[in-house]
Structure formats: C-alpha cells, structure tokens
C-alpha cells in the first residue's frame, strides 16, 4: 500500500495518520529495489486498502522485506480493545499497561492510542458525554461553571478543591436515546407496538388504562414518534468500611419490545451520586427533571431513512423501594404517620417486642384516596411551614414534570414489598425462637424444612439452587425468595405450618402469580384484589397488628397499579437491581467512581452493538466470543425447529415401545431402530431442552415441559417428561420420548390453582414432536408427591 492511498482515506479515529505517514514513507523509500515488484505489491495493497473502511492500524517491513500491512481499522482495533477492556473490568492503569503491551509488539509510530483517556473519547465517551454538578456544601445550590462562590443570597460557601469538593454526575440523555433508537431494527419494533391490535387482557405496560389514555387523540403517545420512559433510583452500597454509597438514576423506554426492553444495552443511566448517606433530592433530581421538560416540549431530531422526525419522551412511571420513594417524594419514612402516598390513612403507633412501630389496620371504612392537587398543596404547606403536612416534608421536584402526579404515576414495587419486605417478614415470623410461644410457629421443625428444599429440583432457567433456612435466610437474594413464594413455599410448608396459616399465605401467593401475568383479564385482577385484601384483613387477627407495616397496607392498592401501568414485571425493580450489581464489578477504588461506572456502560453498550457497527468480521466474531462465549449450536447438528447436541446410533439389539413404535409409522412412515439417531440433548428457540439422560439434571429438573396435545392423547395430560430424543435420519424431524403427567389436584383445594399434584398417566412412554413442547416446567417431587408450576411470564429471569 503507498502512503498516498494511505494518508486518503481519512476518518474521525485517525486525526494523527498524517504525521504517522512520514515514517512509513521514508520505510517504503529505503527498501525500493526493483520497480516492476514494488509497483505489483503497490497494487495489491492499494487493492487491500479499498476493501478497508478506514486507514490500516500499521504497515511494517517484515525480514524477508516484503511489506505487510494490517486489515484492521484503528476503530476496530480501539474497539476490540475496549471489548477486552469492558469484558474483564479492566481498571485505566490495568488499561493503559494493556495499550503497552500491545505496542511492543508494533511499530512505535502506529495508530494506536497510547492514552486510555484518549481511547474512551474514540468511542464517544467525551465531553459531551457527561456532566458535572458542583454544588455548596452550606446551602446545597448547585455552582454555576465560571462561579466559584456561591451565589445564594447571605450564603458564604465557595467551591472546594478539586480533592474536596462535591458534586455529582449526569449523562446526555438525549445522545443515550439515539444510541438506542438508531439502533437497526428498534424504531421499526416500536412501530409494531403501535400498530399492534389492543389485546382485551393486560400483557405489558402498554395495555394499562393510563397508557392507553396516552394513546387517545390528542394524547402524547398519539403521535407514534413521541416515547415514554419509567425511572428507577435506589442507593448502592460502596464499600462495606464506610458508609458510602451510590445513587444511580435509570431510564428505560418503554415501547421496547418486553423481550429485549430489560437488557443493558437499552438502559439509559441519567445520572449518578456518590456521598455519605442520602443524596439531597431536590438538588439531585432538578437537573433530570430540567432535561425530561425538554424532552417532553421540544425532543431532538432523528433521521429515520431520508426522512427527519421529531421526537419526544414523557416520563410516565418512577419505581424505587420505600426509603427512596420517601426521599424523593419528600414524604415521611414507611413508618411514619400518613406513609401511604395513595390514600390519607394515618396509621397508629402499636407495640412491638420491646419498642413500638407504626401499624395500618385494615379499615372497614372506605380509604381516602389522595388526589394531584392535593399533594401539591401539602407539599408547598410543607416547605413553607417547614413541619410535615399529612405525611409530606416538603414539595417533590417530580411535582414539575408534565402530567406526572405522585398518586398516580409512582407504583409499588413488587420485589422490594411482596419479596424482600413481606415473605421475609413471615419467614421470620414462623421460625424465629421469639415466637415460641405463637401458634404460628414452626422453628422446631426447621430441619425437616431445609431437608425438603434440598429435594426441590428448580429448571435451569432458575439461576440458584434452593438453600436451607437454618442460618442462611438473612442471605436469600430477591429472585430466592421470588422462587419461594411462587412455587416452593406452599408443598414445602405443606403439613408442616397449621392449615389456617397456610391458607392465608396461599392468598398472597396466588395473588401475586396473577399479577406477574402476560394475559391478566378484568376478572383476574378482581381476583387478586379480593385475595389481598382478606390476606390484609385477617393479618391483625391471626398474627399481631405490628406486622401490618407499609408493604402489607400497600398490598391494597397493588391491583390499582397493575390496572393503571400493566403486569408487576412491566415495572418492577428486577432488572435495575441487576444491573446495580453490574455496576459494583465495574469500580476500581475511590477516585472518579461517576466516570467509572458512566464508562463502564458507555463501552458495555458500544460492544453490545457491535452487530451494528461497521467494523471487519473478525473483530466482530472476537467481540462476540469475548461477551458471549462460543454459541452452543455452533458444533450442533441442524434438524426440524431446532439443533441436535450428539447424535448417535441406537444399539443394535434395541426395540421402541409399542406406542413409540405405532406414532413413528403414523408420522414418519418408519419404526425402524436403523433409521434414528438418539440424543440427551437439543437446542430450540435459543433454550437448551434437556433429558433425563443428561448429566446436567441431577439437581436440576430441567426435562419437564409444557406440551400441547393432540386428539388422540389429550387425556394423557399435558406434561412431558422427556427421557431422551429420537432424530429421524431421512426427513431430520426430532421427537421427545418420555412419560405423560397429569395433574390430581391442587396443592391446597380452592388455592393458588397453579401449584398443581401430578402423576404419570401412564408407565408406558409416549412420543412427542419437538414442536409440542411450550415451556418448561417447574417439577420437584416431596413425601413421594410430585408438583408441578408454570412461570407467570417468559419475561423475568433470574
């Protein structure tokens, strides 16, 4: 390649090529020897550099002096990089050894950056990115960019030293939307949910009645170019010597598909604040609050094709736990008088143990509901009087926002309340020593439980394993506890908790499983509230009244929400928490921890597109194997609807069974041994379907699924074991062979219907095709009982 053809193709990343070239002219000079050779390799590489998007990372004499040049772009070798980079949570100094090492193995004047800082701006991480808010330490207003003194009237706090100083941190909203919305296939998708015909059941936040007003003419959400966002924010504690902590704000939007609106790459993080204790709120959130007004008013252009549009964004729903809610909504904590931010129950003061707590009674009269305008007005009562007014402490800056109202637009989180706050709650209650003397109380019989869970064989799709409660319940995560109250808690507990307090748990469980729906007709929600509020009523009666705390009155105005703003998954804390954990592998010590984490997701997002970006195939094939490992099918054979995991003869001497023989001669016109092939294990829908014959399912109960049945075996019922797979050689079709379950009855007669007692219809094994099989089944077997549950959604994962 000559230097001219070089030093023409120009790009962003390759701002110092020209001085770079000079060196590699004067190489090409000193080793011209023979005109007619260097004038064909000349050619060839000029050949090689049309086939290249950007100017080659290097060129380099080898020994033999032949010319080699690289085929890689200096964007994609700074991509592949910051792939490498993002993947092991690389810190810039572990980085910029990295960019050394590397550059001892190329030439000293290649294109390389040799500057981690440099590296970030290259993949857009700049100035443009990220915001910084200094603020005064006396009176908490932010400093203006040229101030160094604070200019609130009689306040004398001036803006500390670099090392001392506070503030925090924001990221451009506008560019993290178009990262998204630019990405191939996005807009395109979020038209099809405008498109789409109103199903009558509640699916997703878009069938909730308040989105649906959006959707009327006149409405935001009329105009199919405008989008709407649901906010999360919830401290991270940093490091366990101090009492630092995190505060991330999140964005996501929410005409995003449900399948693909929870991963990383679709996840917008506003802001960030690092401090000792709660962040201010109102100095925190006023900036994001600024932002969203803009978006909402005048949004930012985007080219779709050759056409130009609009568009805008509202924020429509905010999720946080009870402490978060109480700090940015400016409200009294959960245990204080008129906690509730839905009604103007008052509460009362009740003892408990040794000390007192604030408790909610259930109340035969009907609840007063808090309306927008009157929020506002205690809010302002609030901050002028400077005393609480029915539970508020002052006026939330969320207040500003267009049609946003804290009644209204504020839901309950399902995994902080129902999880970590109510099923611990009774968890404790049961089987702490101090109740004793209760006749709820089961700590004697702790072993006999902890035996039990160890037999719970959860699917794989449930990421941990059941543990004991002895000693380790203080540890349980959200999704344990999730998989307890769903489908362990009621078999487990089973003879073992009194059948009144049994039946009263069951009312919350099977509650819960209906709102976690995709399919939630008007009749389930009926449902689920009548559930919860005799679950509420009868608290007091069969417990104490110091247990009904703010999460257990909350359960009274939970199917409201689910009403207003879809499923409990639609808008839960899952998928936030997750990436909370996320973020904590990503920190490197003390020092620019914003900049850090923004980083960390700029790179994360930017590797994640990576499909979409116009690099060379083989970064894209390292990028993909560093973040994702090697593809499961990559080595499978293809078949029917799915991929086979190896396939082999079956032995010589073997013989189907008489049903298995009968459905292959109907299907495929062949019982012949010689014509299968047999395996443990397949691959279909991107899910690995597993057997009883692989390795994998010891502890696991991974080869129970869902299947549709025909006519002639529909009384099988309509669970399958799966045993092993058959592979039909000539036509490639794949059929499950195993045995039929049928449900004998409910867990507990009248309650939570979807735990259900199963048994084999039959001894004999049956055939299925593999296009049969719907989802998989959680299926464990107590006492010599086997149960079986269907998950509420396919969206939520552990």
Request: glycine letters at 6%.
């Amino acid at each position: 390649m000559g230097p001219s053809e070089e030093t023409s193709s120009d790009m962003d990343l390759s701002s110092d090529a020209s001085s770079d070239q000079s060196d590699i002219s004067s190489s090409e000079s000193s080793e011209s020897s023979d005109s007619e050779t260097e004038s064909a390799k000349s050619e060839a590489n000029e050949q090689a550099s049309q086939a290249t998007k950007s100017a080659p990372l290097y060129v380099v004499q080898s020994s033999s002096g032949e010319m080699y040049s690289s085929d890689l772009s200096k964007y994609d070798h700074t991509l592949a990089v910051a792939a490498f980079i993002s993947r092991h949570n690389l810190s810039d100094t572990a980085t910029e050894h990295l960019i050394k090492l590397i550059n001892l193995h190329i030439p000293n004047n290649s294109l390389l950056e040799k500057n981690s800082s440099k590296l970030k701006e290259k993949l857009g991480f700049d100035a443009d990115y990220m915001k910084y808010y200094f603020f005064c330490n006396v009176c908490k207003s932010v400093f203006e960019d040229n101030d160094d003194q604070c200019s609130t009237p009689n306040c004398n706090g001036i803006k500390l030293s670099k090392r001392t100083q506070t503030y925090f941190s924001s990221g451009n909203v506008e560019i993290q939307l178009k990262e998204i919305l630019n990405r191939k296939g996005i807009l395109d998708s979020i038209q099809e949910v405008y498109d789409r015909e109103m199903p009558l059941t509640i699916t997703d936040v878009t069938d909730g009645s308040e989105y649906k007003k959006l959707c009327e003419d006149g409405g935001f959400l009329s105009n199919r170019n405008n989008i709407s966002l649901t906010m999360f924010t919830d401290g991270i504690p940093l490091f366990k010597s101090s009492g630092v902590s995190l505060w991330p704000v999140y964005l996501l939007i929410n005409e995003i598909p449900r399948h693909e609106r929870f991963r990383k790459k679709n996840m917008v993080l506003w802001g960030m604040w690092q401090g000792l204790g709660k962040p201010n709120m109102t100095l925190f959130l006023k900036p994001l609050v600024s932002e969203l007004n803009h978006l909402y008013s005048n949004g930012f252009q985007m080219n779709v094709g050759t056409e130009e549009i609009n568009c805008k964004a509202q924020l429509i729903v905010g999720t946080m736990d009870l402490q978060a809610r109480a700090a940015v909504l400016h409200m009294t904590q959960h245990n204080g008088e008129y906690a509730c931010v839905y009604c103007m129950h008052p509460g009362k003061v009740v003892k408990s143990g040794k000390g007192h707590c604030r408790s909610f009674p259930y109340t035969k009269e009907p609840l007063l509901y808090r309306t927008a305008e009157r929020i506002q007005a205690d809010g302002k009562k609030a901050q002028k009087d400077r005393k609480k007014v029915n539970g508020f402490t002052g006026e939330s800056v969320l207040n500003y926002l267009p049609n946003f109202s804290l009644d209204n637009n504020i839901v309950i989180d399902y995994m902080h309340g129902s999880l970590l706050g109510i099923s611990k709650k009774f968890l404790s209650l049961w089987f702490d020593t101090k109740n004793v003397d209760k006749p709820y109380y089961i700590g004697g019989k702790i072993k006999e439980v902890d035996k039990m869970m160890k037999m719970v064989t959860p699917p794989y799709v449930i990421k941990r394993l059941p543990r004991k409660l002895s000693n380790t319940l203080q540890h349980w995560k959200a999704s344990e506890l999730r998989s307890w109250l769903l489908f362990y808690s009621l078999p487990v507990l089973n003879g073992i908790l009194p059948e009144t307090y049994l039946k009263h748990f069951s009312l919350i469980v099977e509650a819960i499983y209906i709102l976690l729906g995709e399919g939630i007709t008007n009749e389930d929600i009926e449902r689920a509230d009548h559930l919860l509020n005799v679950f509420v009523k009868t608290v007091d009666a069969l417990y104490d009244s110091s247990v009904l705390g703010l999460n257990i009155h909350n359960l009274l105005h939970l199917c409201d929400c689910v009403r207003k703003w879809g499923p409990l998954w639609a808008w839960s804390c899952f998928s936030f928490e997750s990436f909370n954990g996320e973020i904590k592998k990503t920190i490197h010590g003390t020092g620019s921890v914003c900049k850090q984490v923004f980083w960390a997701l700029q790179s994360q997002k930017r590797v994640e597109n990576i499909s979409t970006l116009p690099v060379s195939d083989k970064v894209k094939t390292f990028v993909e194997d560093l973040h994702h490992g090697k593809s499961v099918t990559d080595n499978a054979l293809s078949a029917v609807q799915c991929s086979v995991n190896k396939a082999s003869a079956l032995p010589d001497n073997f013989q189907f069974p008489d049903k298995v023989k009968l459905k292959l001669h109907n299907i495929v016109k062949s019982d012949s041994p010689s014509m299968f092939l047999r395996t443990n294990k397949i691959f279909r829908g991107g899910l690995s379907v597993y057997s009883k014959l692989c390795s994998k399912v010891r502890k696991r109960n991974s080869y129970t699924w869902a299947v549709t049945s025909t006519a002639d075996d529909l009384e099988d019922g309509s669970i399958l074991e799966i045993e092993y797979f058959l592979v039909h050689k000539r036509t490639m079709q794949v059929f499950a062979v195993g045995k039929k379950l049928k449900t004998v009855g409910g867990v507990l007669p009248g309650n939570a219907p979807h735990i259900q007692r199963v048994q084999y219809s039959s001894n004999e094994v049956t055939l299925m095709p593999v296009s049969t099989l719907q989802d998989v089944i959680i299926s464990f077997e107590l006492n010599g009982l086997k149960y079986a549950s269907r998950f509420p959604n396919s969206v939520e994962s552990d």
